[in-house]
Nanobody
Framework: QVQLVESGGGLVQAGDSLRLSCAAS????????MGWFRQAPGKEREFVAR????????YYADSAKGRFTISRDNAKNTLYLQMNSLKPEDTAVYYC????????????????WGQGTQVTVSS
């Protein structure tokens, strides 16, 4: 299995940027399809972005397109989410997740999860 630890969250103003990191340990990070999800208070966990094992393929939720960039460094066992032009509606706990086979935007399809990092965007 793989252990995931997110970091980089915080309190920012609308229009600011943040870069989230997800450090992986355990089994080979490069074997996993990775995703970022978020969950706002009172709402279901939702897909933000995903990236293939080699980083060749990425896919974004409509809410993230043009503002967020997912990337990974397999040599450092780390997943990133660069978030620009942040909006108050981006406020949520952000989670990274790992998936062994196939592609999906469904949280239930991912096998391993981090503990989350809080992102709060003030207006």
């Amino acid at each position: 299995q793989v252990q995931l630890v997110e970091s980089g969250g915080g309190l920012v103003q609308a229009g600011d940027s943040l870069r989230l990191s997800c450090a992986a340990s355990g089994r080979t990070f490069s074997r996993y399809y990775m995703g970022w999800f978020r969950q706002a208070p009172g709402k279901e966990r939702e897909f933000v972005a995903r990236i293939s094992q080699s980083a060749r393929n990425t896919y974004y939720a409509d809410s993230a397109k043009g503002r967020f960039t997912i990337s990974r460094d397999n040599a450092k066992n780390t997943l990133y989410l660069q978030m620009n032009s942040l909006k108050p509606e981006d406020t949520a706990v952000y989670y990274c997740a790992a998936k062994g086979q196939g592609v999906s935007t469904r949280p239930s399809a991912y096998d391993y999860w981090g503990q989350g990092t809080q992102v709060t965007v003030s207006s």
